[in-house]
């Protein structure tokens, strides 16, 4: 897998950090709360799933 070095992604929907968006928690950031809620919901889930979008434009 290739991700940026330098920014962060959205270990949800594979969004990459925009400043002054988003939330960082658990040392991840995420495009919104629903993004981390999917993550605290699913930790323990290795596979990253690509149904839907959550906030994709
Ligand atoms: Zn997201």
Same mark, same amino acid.
């Given at each position: =897998?290739?991700?940026?070095l330098?920014? @962060? *992604?959205?270990?949800? &929907?594979? =969004? $990459? %950090? %925009? $400043?002054? @968006?988003?939330? *960082? @928690?658990?040392?991840?950031?995420? &495009?919104? %709360?629903? &993004?981390?809620? @999917?993550?605290?919901?699913? %930790?323990?889930?290795?596979?990253?799933?690509?149904?839907?979008? &959550?906030?994709?434009?």
């Amino acid at each position: =897998m290739v991700f940026g070095l330098f920014k @962060k *992604t959205d270990p949800i &929907c594979g =969004m $990459k %950090e %925009e $400043k002054g @968006k988003g939330i *960082t @928690k658990h040392g991840q950031w995420f &495009c919104n %709360e629903s &993004c981390l809620r @999917k993550y605290e919901a699913g %930790e323990e889930k290795d596979e990253k799933k690509h149904e839907g979008s &959550c906030c994709c434009h």
